[in-house]
């Protein structure tokens, strides 16, 4: 079992920055992915960025060059840091755990609020 907490929400302005945090403990096994998705408010939950267990990352088109995702060397703790931020970036923040054929796990989530 994996467990997953966010942190490092909170509201900022346009063009503010914010890191978010993962803390993940339990057995990642292999070939895992953890991501961050997002919901904003009376939307679907979207994917907004992943780190795979050989380093690899993706970024969705609307964050790229805006977000980056990284990890500690234990995995231990993922991050996302988020500059130039806008108000569509507004939303609940998530944590995810995927590997193929298995269970996925989800963090409680971390709200992001951009606004003047």
């Known amino acids: 079992q994996v467990q997953l907490v966010e942190s490092g929400g909170g509201l900022v302005q346009p063009g503010g920055s914010l890191r978010l945090s993962c803390a993940v403990s339990g057995r990642l096994y292999s070939a895992y992915k953890l991501a961050w998705y997002r919901r904003p408010a009376g939307k679907y939950r979207e994917l907004v960025a992943f780190i795979a267990a050989d380093d690899t990352t993706y970024y969705v088109d609307a964050v790229k060059g805006r977000f980056t995702i990284s990890r500690d060397s234990a995995w231990n703790t993922v991050y996302l840091q988020m500059d130039s931020l806008k108000p569509e970036d507004t939303a609940v923040y998530y944590c995810?755990?995927?590997?193929?054929?298995?269970?996925?796990?989800w963090g409680q989530g971390t709200q992001v609020t951009v606004s003047s």
């Open positions: 995810n755990y995927e590997r193929p054929w298995a269970q996925e796990y």
